[in-house]
């Protein structure tokens, strides 16, 4: 079955940039999109098919998916994006989620 | 965009089957653009995708839970509902209920989904 690799965690200084990638094989033929989890919250979806963000989502969220790597990059990083964030495809019938990786703001 | 409220008990014992509802708000289960999906979370870890259905009844599950769960939709409550069958302590997690919106992916040339709306979630245990 379909596997997506994220870093459990990654560390960044407010005002910094944090970039989460998501490996698998491929993947750059697919559609990945992004989400983010506060602590005790649902999801919510930050960007969609590789590099599009919905209505509402800062343009410091941004994806790019090339060849093996999808990565998700936060600009200008803000406390409020301390969270874990989570990479997802359809492969052929099911969706595939990411381990997550967990930001957190220094 | 609709909101979401999932529904159940939140304990179930060991071999029994785990009943939940998702009840649809602000939006219509009827629409053929969307499909309506289950996401459970076991506490401190990721998103497990459960399966999703469609207002005319077409199914996806993941393959790992495919023999045990069961997805239906009610169009006249504006609901869908998930169960799991002899469950264990593995299935003790947070449960989700999520919208998928279609979308036309101009890199892939083809329709696609995401989870645009999901519901707070609610928690399950399971414990004699």
């Known amino acids: 079955s379909y596997v997506l690799t994220q870093p459990p965690s990654v560390s960044v200084a407010p005002g910094q940039t944090a970039r989460i990638t998501c490996g698998g094989s491929?993947?750059?033929?697919?559609?990945v999109h992004w989400y983010q989890q506060r602590p005790g919250q649902a999801p919510m979806l930050v960007v969609y098919?590789?590099?599009d963000r919905p209505s509402g989502i800062p343009e410091r969220f941004s994806g790019l998916n090339s060849g093996n790597t999808a990565t998700l990059t936060i600009s200008r990083v803000e406390a409020a994006d301390e969270a874990d964030y989570y990479c997802?495809?359809?492969?052929?019938?099911?969706?595939?989620f990411g381990g997550g990786t967990k930001v957190t703001v220094l | 965009q609709g909101q979401l409220q999932e529904s159940g008990p939140g304990l179930v014992k060991p071999s029994q089957t785990l009943s939940l509802t998702c009840t649809v708000s602000?939006?219509?289960?009827?629409?053929?653009?969307?499909?309506w999906s289950w996401i459970r979370q076991p506490a401190g870890k990721g998103l497990e995708w459960i399966g999703r259905i469609q207002a005319s009844g077409s199914t996806n599950y993941n393959p790992s839970l495919k023999s045990r769960v069961t997805i239906s939709v009610d169009t006249s409550k504006n609901q869908f509902s998930l169960k799991v069958r002899s469950v264990t302590a593995a299935d003790t997690a947070v449960y989700f209920c999520a919208k998928e919106s279609d979308f036309w992916s101009s890199s892939l040339y083809d329709y696609y989904y995401y989870m645009d709306v999901w519901g707070k979630g609610t928690t399950v245990t399971v414990s004699s």
């Open positions: 491929y993947i750059g033929s697919k559609s």
């Open positions: 997802q495809v359809w492969d052929s019938d099911h969706w595939v």
């Open positions: 098919d590789d590099t």
């Open positions: 602000n939006a219509s289960i009827n629409s053929d653009t969307f499909y």
